[in-house]
């Protein structure tokens, strides 16, 4: 059974400033998604990775994927106030699409 | 550019009443699924569905029933509502076979509330 475990789970931080929000899963997993959530809202696709040493970048942020390590890291660059939201990476398990999620990290940036 | 339509936005029931969450989907997707959100917690599948006519569950099916009569649609029905599935209910649909490493696309959500 695949277990998806996000951390920090929320993280205050100032605008200009770098983080990485870390994603471990348990078993081997096909594919690895970030997800966006701002509050009251759905989810936002952000980055799927495919392969082992993916690295998508879009913006402020990029993705990694290690599978050897089952470590997806999501890397905030520069933060501005409109990437406060909640992230959620989410792996799927080899039946399919069927996806596990992490428990979200809640990003708060100040000016 | 409708993507996945959830109805309604908001409910409130009373315990033991039956209700039905619709989800449409006008991507011509073949795969969707159901996933509820509670609070300071991640998304987790109630039941999913790769076709018309197949259904399957996911990790917490129970209390939930699915049918799947047309690609587009995809109705979550609860039986008899319990304080327990108070959640946020999302709908999500994705393509399937060669396309599946596509992300899989999020309606606007249900708020449920079981009094």
């Known amino acids: 059974e695949l277990k998806v475990e996000q951390n920090p789970l929320f993280l205050s931080m100032q605008e200009g400033k770098n983080y990485t929000i870390y994603c471990n899963y348990s078993?081997?997993?096909?594919?690895l998604y970030w997800y966006r959530q701002d509050p009251g809202k759905s989810l936002e696709s952000l980055f799927v990775l495919l392969s082992n040493g993916a690295v998508k970048q879009e913006g402020r942020l990029m993705a990694s994927l290690d599978t050897k390590a089952r470590l997806s890291t999501l890397h905030i660059t520069a933060a501005v106030h409109d990437l406060s939201a909640t992230y959620f990476c989410?792996?799927?398990?080899?039946?399919?699409?069927?996806?596990?999620f992490g428990g979200g990290t809640r990003l708060m940036v100040k000016p | 550019n409708a993507g996945v339509t959830q109805t309604p936005k908001f409910q409130v029931l009373k315990t033991g009443q039956s209700m039905t969450l619709q989800c449409a989907q006008d991507?011509?997707?073949?795969?969707m699924s159901w996933y509820r959100q509670d609070p300071g917690m991640g998304l987790r599948l109630i039941h999913y569905s790769v076709g018309a006519g197949i259904t399957d569950q996911g990790e917490v099916p129970n209390g939930y029933n699915v049918s799947r009569s047309t690609t587009e649609d995809f109705p979550l029905r609860l039986l008899s509502a319990a304080p327990s599935q108070t959640s946020v209910y999302f709908c999500?649909?994705?393509?399937w076979g060669q396309g599946r490493n596509q992300p899989q696309h999020f309606g606007d959500g249900t708020r449920l509330s079981i009094l």
């Open positions: 999500a649909s994705s393509s």
């Open positions: 078993t081997t997993s096909d594919r």
């Open positions: 991507m011509n997707h073949e795969y």
């Open positions: 989410a792996g799927n398990n080899n039946a399919g699409n069927m996806l596990t």
